[in-house]
């Protein structure tokens, strides 16, 4: 206890002070009380007393408060400090008393330090914890479990539990729970899957246990959960099912089955499609690797399939290989494998992963696709030989005619007992005649021969002239020249010799028809082979109408035609065949008019 | 003379025809067909002619008796005779009557007959209207230049 | 002058045919020229010498349709029989209205062609004959006075010496004797055969 006057002058200095402080009472009293004091606290002293003389406000009178104090070797202590005014006394006297609190702060101290130890570990926890009274109010909720549910700790602490954060339809079977909890009949640790409302209003799906909480007297007052965030889980899970379901439907739609085979005899499993695409029932499970070449791969693709097999696992670790299955039911699948070969962590047996590929549907559609095309390039074909039909006519007209004169010549002169030479020369001719016309009836029958497309390896400069005896009518019916220019020395092509004479006759016509649009043209149609550096090229040049800007671009379009008699094929399909034959078919103007339409064909190697 | 002069024909308009005062004009359109005949006989009227249309060849000879037309334009294939005999009949009544016949799907020997016959043309349907007026427009006494 | 005789002009660009068709005219007595074009054959072309021609219709350069026109154009009158591998009705009746004796079509009946260019070359002889007559009267014409001609117009119109010497305000007798005159210029024997020489005189050809 310390008396102190109204200018802070300590008066009383009790003995409990001397052994708190460190001061005799004769070393301290009449000095200022404010050298028990530390900086800044001793300054705010004297302003707090010079205050109190001028307003008669107290600062610290009655108020227990807790203040930091010094002893008289500098050391300093916290102390509880209450101040009273003595009664009566003027001028005013005022007395303190002062206890030392180190030990009781250190108490404080160690368990505050505890508690929060323990909040730290409810917080760190990565789960919800919960604790709801008997009423269903929270009365304890950790960081995760604020963090889950959106809210701050103060929104939910003394909220409804099941008002607060249970989605409505679920709140029946929640209070009911806690019920069941609350009376013993829950399971002591039982888990359960339940939605929470979040304060957004998103339903997170929550996997809880459950304890009871009794108070020391035994009963059950509340519960403590915990719950973990499970959402995320759940939805990859669904969506894992869900892709594997995707994953079932995507191999069935493609006819691709998966498989991963351990040999020589560890556990294979082959995809639902796998047994589809093979004809094999689920339930006896996958061939041994060792058999399955036997039992479905076709009897003439079998020792190809164990070859590359073999190749696969002792050399390339990789197959890509088309075979052909063969059902039990005797059905026969055209399959591609993919494969990689790849030996097992202990070196004991090699895993093969692969796919199968039923391409049965495609190969068929591949085929028709096929036949469609030979189909519609050898309608081209008959309906350019239509087109030329007058001018081959006429061609094999000219032979018959010749012939006829010959023979009945003859007769008149056999009649009117001419020499055998005379005769005999006719008859010479006749056979010339009959081969001419022959000629051209055997090439044209070559030409609309509907027939399988073929490469053979092909002299240009020949076939050109060959084709001359097709093309040439034309030209002539319709008053025109046509020219011949050919290189010297044209490498050999590989080709289809009868298409690329149909890209050829196509151009002719077009230049033909072309002329006959300007009827002032020079009436020549040229043909010319030319050796480029990495193609030969064959052009047709025509000095006529030329190609109209406008209509450039839909030129090679099928069934775009200028033409009224024209089916428009001519040029889409000449473009395919060339195309097929991997060259260009393209038409710049001619200098001084009309249009050279041309093609590259790429030449044999060593041709 | 020229096969297809290039005639400026208005042929819906009737022509304004100054044909002499009492000039023949009659020209008679012989074909089974009364569509053809129709449309052969309204180019003629409006060419100026007057014209008569008959369905078979007899129908036609019946009437030289009578009247002589200016021209005459029938088909080639009638019911009961062909054109070339018609023309060989009329021939037969020692009349020379301008015959232009008409035809479908002919072939070239007929044409040829026909011509050496002494048809003045022969003509593949349906584009008969332009030769019509090269022939008949100078017969009726009109210049193509009036048409 | 000698005259050559009537000739057949074949005109065929396919020689196999040209050649065969010589053999043929040949073998039946006929004198043949053949020309693998029209122009060639134009170039060699004399109004003077008999014969027909055998003319293909579709040839390179000038068809013969062309050369047809061209004949007709120099008001030559040879006659012309056509053949052809493809023709059409259109071309053979143009053919036949420009006066094509025939149009065969390639092959042919060798009689039929036979038929026909002997035909051809009878309407040949026949225009010569014709043509030579015309000649003839058309020289007499020019041997008579003016005034004869006048007598001779009136004449041929038919009309009596007494009319005519009102018109020409002569005397009756001045006309009979210039009618008896031209009759004998003419070598007409009678009034109709005049008529018919000055009818055949001032038809064109």
Same mark, same amino acid.
Request: with cysteine; proline share 5%.
């Given at each position: 206890?310390?008396?102190?006057?109204?200018?802070?002058?300590?008066?009383?200095?009790?003995?409990?002070?001397?052994?708190?402080?460190?001061?005799?009472?004769?070393?301290?009293?009449?000095?200022?009380?404010?050298?028990?004091?530390?900086?800044?606290?001793?300054?705010?002293?004297?302003?707090?007393?010079?205050?109190?003389?001028?307003?008669?406000?107290?600062?610290?009178?009655?108020?227990?408060?807790?203040?930091?104090?010094?002893?008289?070797?500098?050391?300093?202590?916290?102390?509880?400090?209450?101040?009273?005014?003595?009664?009566?006394?003027?001028?005013?006297?005022?007395?303190?008393?002062?206890?030392?609190?180190?030990?009781?702060?250190?108490?404080?101290?160690?368990?505050?330090?505890?508690?929060?130890?323990?909040?730290?570990?409810?917080?760190?926890?990565?789960?919800?914890?919960?604790?709801?009274?008997?009423?269903?109010?929270?009365?304890?909720?950790?960081?995760?479990?604020?963090?889950?549910?959106?809210?701050?700790?103060?929104?939910?602490?003394?909220?409804?539990?099941?008002?607060?954060?249970?989605?409505?339809?679920?709140?029946?079977?929640?209070?009911?729970?806690?019920?069941?909890?609350?009376?013993?009949?829950?399971?002591?640790?039982?888990?359960?899957?339940?939605?929470?409302?979040?304060?957004?209003?998103?339903?997170?799906?929550?996997?809880?246990?459950?304890?009871?909480?009794?108070?020391?007297?035994?009963?059950?007052?509340?519960?403590?959960?915990?719950?973990?965030?499970?959402?995320?889980?759940?939805?990859?899970?669904?969506?894992?099912?869900?892709?594997?379901?995707?994953?079932?439907?995507?191999?069935?739609?493609?006819?691709?089955?998966?498989?991963?085979?351990?040999?020589?005899?560890?556990?294979?499993?082959?995809?639902?499609?796998?047994?589809?695409?093979?004809?094999?029932?689920?339930?006896?499970?996958?061939?041994?690797?060792?058999?399955?070449?036997?039992?479905?791969?076709?009897?003439?693709?079998?020792?190809?399939?164990?070859?590359?097999?073999?190749?696969?696992?002792?050399?390339?670790?990789?197959?890509?290989?088309?075979?052909?299955?063969?059902?039990?039911?005797?059905?026969?699948?055209?399959?591609?494998?993919?494969?990689?070969?790849?030996?097992?962590?202990?070196?004991?047996?090699?895993?093969?992963?692969?796919?199968?590929?039923?391409?049965?549907?495609?190969?068929?559609?591949?085929?028709?696709?096929?036949?469609?095309?030979?189909?519609?390039?050898?309608?081209?074909?008959?309906?350019?030989?239509?087109?030329?039909?007058?001018?081959?006519?006429?061609?094999?007209?000219?032979?018959?005619?010749?012939?006829?004169?010959?023979?009945?010549?003859?007769?008149?002169?056999?009649?009117?007992?001419?020499?055998?030479?005379?005769?005999?020369?006719?008859?010479?001719?006749?056979?010339?005649?009959?081969?001419?016309?022959?000629?051209?009836?055997?090439?044209?029958?070559?030409?609309?021969?509907?027939?399988?497309?073929?490469?053979?390896?092909?002299?240009?400069?020949?076939?050109?002239?060959?084709?001359?005896?097709?093309?040439?009518?034309?030209?002539?019916?319709?008053?025109?020249?046509?020219?011949?220019?050919?290189?010297?020395?044209?490498?050999?092509?590989?080709?289809?010799?009868?298409?690329?004479?149909?890209?050829?006759?196509?151009?002719?016509?077009?230049?033909?028809?072309?002329?006959?649009?300007?009827?002032?043209?020079?009436?020549?149609?040229?043909?010319?082979?030319?050796?480029?550096?990495?193609?030969?090229?064959?052009?047709?040049?025509?000095?006529?109408?030329?190609?109209?800007?406008?209509?450039?671009?839909?030129?090679?379009?099928?069934?775009?035609?200028?033409?009224?008699?024209?089916?428009?094929?001519?040029?889409?399909?000449?473009?395919?065949?060339?195309?097929?034959?991997?060259?260009?078919?393209?038409?710049?103007?001619?200098?001084?008019?009309?249009?050279?339409?041309?093609?590259?064909?790429?030449?044999?190697?060593?041709? | 003379?020229?096969?297809?002069?290039?005639?400026?024909?208005?042929?819906?308009?009737?022509?304004?025809?100054?044909?002499?005062?009492?000039?023949?004009?009659?020209?008679?359109?012989?074909?089974?067909?009364?569509?053809?005949?129709?449309?052969?006989?309204?180019?003629?009227?409006?060419?100026?002619?007057?014209?008569?249309?008959?369905?078979?060849?007899?129908?036609?000879?019946?009437?030289?008796?009578?009247?002589?037309?200016?021209?005459?334009?029938?088909?080639?294939?009638?019911?009961?005779?062909?054109?070339?005999?018609?023309?060989?009949?009329?021939?037969?009544?020692?009349?020379?009557?301008?015959?232009?016949?008409?035809?479908?799907?002919?072939?070239?020997?007929?044409?040829?007959?026909?011509?050496?016959?002494?048809?003045?043309?022969?003509?593949?349907?349906?584009?008969?209207?332009?030769?019509?007026?090269?022939?008949?427009?100078?017969?009726?006494?009109?210049?193509?230049?009036?048409? | 002058?000698?005259?050559?005789?009537?000739?057949?002009?074949?005109?065929?660009?396919?020689?196999?045919?040209?050649?065969?068709?010589? &053999?043929?005219?040949?073998?039946?007595?006929?004198?043949?020229?053949?020309?693998?074009?029209?122009?060639?054959?134009?170039?060699?072309?004399?109004?003077?010498?008999?014969?027909?021609?055998?003319?293909?219709?579709?040839?390179?350069?000038?068809?013969?349709?062309?050369?047809?026109?061209?004949?007709?154009?120099?008001?030559?009158?040879?006659?012309?029989?056509?053949?052809?591998?493809?023709?059409?009705?259109?071309?053979?009746?143009?053919?036949?209205?420009?006066?094509?004796?025939?149009?065969?079509?390639?092959?042919?009946?060798?009689?039929?062609?036979?038929?026909?260019?002997?035909?051809?070359?009878?309407?040949?002889?026949?225009?010569?004959?014709?043509?030579?007559?015309?000649?003839?009267?058309?020289?007499?014409?020019?041997?008579?006075?003016?005034?004869?001609?006048?007598? &001779?117009?009136?004449?041929?119109?038919?009309?009596?010496?007494?009319?005519?010497?009102?018109?020409?305000?002569?005397?009756?007798?001045?006309?009979?004797?210039?009618?008896?005159?031209?009759?004998?210029?003419?070598?007409?024997?009678?009034?109709?055969?005049?008529?018919?020489?000055?009818?055949?005189?001032?038809?064109?050809?």
């Amino acid at each position: 206890m310390i008396v102190i006057d109204d200018q802070g002058r300590i008066e009383t200095f009790s003995r409990s002070a001397e052994r708190l402080f460190g001061y005799r009472a004769h070393e301290i009293l009449g000095q200022n009380v404010s050298v028990l004091m530390p900086e800044p606290h001793r300054s705010n002293h004297d302003s707090f007393l010079r205050a109190y003389q001028t307003t008669g406000q107290a600062r610290i009178i009655g108020i227990g408060r807790e203040v930091v104090a010094m002893r008289r070797d500098g050391t300093l202590f916290p102390a509880e400090l209450a101040v009273g005014k003595v009664a009566g006394s003027v001028p005013a006297r005022f007395v303190g008393f002062v206890h030392d609190i180190t030990v009781r702060k250190a108490a404080d101290e160690a368990l505050r330090r505890e508690r929060d130890r323990a909040q730290l570990y409810l917080d760190l926890a990565e789960v919800m914890l919960l604790a709801l009274d008997a009423a269903g109010r929270i009365s304890l909720i950790n960081r995760k479990g604020c963090e889950i549910l959106g809210y701050t700790e103060p929104e939910l602490i003394g909220r409804d539990w099941f008002e607060q954060c249970v989605p409505q339809s679920q709140r029946a079977a929640g209070r009911a729970s806690l019920r069941a909890a609350l009376a013993g009949e829950a399971d002591p640790a039982s888990y359960a899957e339940d939605g929470v409302l979040t304060s957004k209003g998103d339903i997170k799906l929550i996997a809880w246990r459950t304890t009871p909480v009794s108070d020391e007297l035994g009963r059950l007052v509340g519960v403590l959960r915990s719950g973990e965030d499970v959402t995320d889980r759940r939805r990859a899970e669904q969506e894992l099912q869900k892709s594997e379901s995707l994953l079932k439907v995507a191999q069935a739609i493609a006819n691709l089955g998966t498989y991963e085979v351990h040999t020589p005899d560890g556990p294979s499993h082959w995809s639902e499609q796998v047994y589809r695409i093979v004809g094999r029932d689920p339930a006896e499970g996958p061939v041994p690797p060792g058999d399955f070449a036997q039992q479905f791969v076709h009897a003439d693709d079998r020792a190809q399939y164990i070859r590359e097999f073999q190749r696969a696992i002792h050399e390339t670790g990789r197959l890509d290989l088309e075979y052909r299955l063969v059902r039990r039911d005797g059905t026969t699948r055209h399959v591609h494998s993919l494969a990689q070969m790849q030996t097992s962590a202990d070196g004991q047996s090699l895993i093969i992963t692969g796919t199968i590929h039923d391409i049965t549907d495609r190969r068929l559609v591949d085929e028709e696709t096929r036949q469609g095309q030979e189909r519609l390039t050898h309608v081209a074909r008959l309906s350019i030989m239509g087109e030329m039909a007058t001018g081959l006519a006429h061609e094999i007209n000219q032979p018959l005619t010749a012939i006829a004169t010959y023979a009945q010549a003859a007769l008149r002169m056999a009649a009117a007992g001419a020499e055998v030479a005379e005769i005999t020369d006719a008859l010479t001719q006749i056979t010339a005649q009959a081969l001419r016309a022959g000629e051209v009836i055997r090439r044209l029958r070559a030409f609309v021969k509907n027939r399988a497309a073929r490469t053979e390896s092909v002299d240009l400069n020949r076939l050109i002239e060959d084709l001359r005896l097709l093309a040439e009518p034309d030209a002539r019916v319709n008053d025109m020249r046509l020219t011949l220019d050919l290189a010297a020395a044209v490498p050999t092509v590989a080709a289809d010799p009868i298409q690329i004479q149909q890209v050829l006759l196509n151009l002719v016509r077009n230049a033909i028809d072309a002329t006959l649009e300007a009827p002032t043209a020079p009436r020549e149609i040229l043909v010319r082979t030319r050796v480029g550096p990495e193609a030969v090229e064959v052009e047709v040049v025509d000095r006529g109408s030329g190609v109209d800007p406008a209509i450039a671009e839909h030129l090679f379009n099928p069934f775009f035609t200028t033409k009224a008699a024209g089916t428009g094929l001519g040029l889409a399909i000449s473009r395919s065949i060339i195309r097929a034959h991997r060259g260009k078919l393209g038409h710049r103007p001619t200098p001084g008019g009309g249009t050279t339409f041309y093609f590259t064909l790429p030449p044999l190697p060593g041709g | 003379m020229g096969r297809a002069p290039a005639l400026r024909v208005r042929l819906m308009s009737a022509c304004p025809v100054d044909t002499p005062p009492g000039a023949a004009r009659l020209v008679c359109v012989v074909d089974a067909d009364p569509e053809v005949r129709r449309k052969v006989q309204t180019l003629l009227t409006a060419l100026g002619a007057e014209t008569r249309g008959y369905a078979t060849a007899r129908e036609f000879l019946a009437t030289l008796a009578t009247e002589v037309p200016v021209c005459v334009v029938a088909d080639a294939r009638l019911p009961d005779l062909s054109g070339l005999e018609l023309l060989e009949q009329v021939r037969a009544r020692g009349l020379k009557i301008p015959t232009i016949l008409l035809s479908t799907d002919a072939e070239i020997t007929a044409a040829v007959t026909a011509m050496r016959a002494g048809a003045i043309d022969f003509i593949e349907k349906p584009y008969i209207d332009r030769a019509l007026v090269t022939h008949v427009a100078p017969i009726l006494g009109l210049d193509d230049r009036h048409c | 002058m000698k005259e050559k005789p009537a000739t057949v002009f074949v005109v065929d660009d396919d020689d196999a045919v040209r050649t065969s068709l010589r &053999l043929l005219l040949k073998s039946v007595g006929l004198p043949v020229e053949t020309f693998a074009s029209a122009q060639e054959f134009l170039d060699a072309f004399d109004a003077e010498r008999a014969g027909c021609l055998v003319l293909d219709i579709r040839m390179p350069g000038m068809s013969g349709l062309e050369l047809q026109q061209r004949l007709n154009e120099i008001h030559a009158i040879i006659p012309i029989v056509f053949i052809t591998g493809h023709g059409d009705v259109p071309m053979a009746v143009e053919a036949m209205q420009h006066g094509a004796v025939d149009f065969i079509q390639k092959p042919f009946r060798d009689q039929d062609l036979i038929d026909r260019i002997n035909q051809a070359l009878e309407k040949d002889r026949e225009n010569r004959a014709g043509l030579k007559e015309r000649d003839a009267i058309r020289r007499r014409m020019q041997q008579l006075t003016p005034r004869e001609r006048e007598v &001779l117009n009136l004449v041929t119109q038919g009309k009596a010496n007494k009319v005519i010497a009102g018109d020409l305000n002569v005397s009756q007798r001045t006309v009979e004797i210039h009618r008896a005159r031209v009759m004998e210029k003419m070598g007409a024997s009678s009034l109709a055969y005049l008529v018919r020489m000055v009818i055949e005189a001032e038809r064109v050809s």
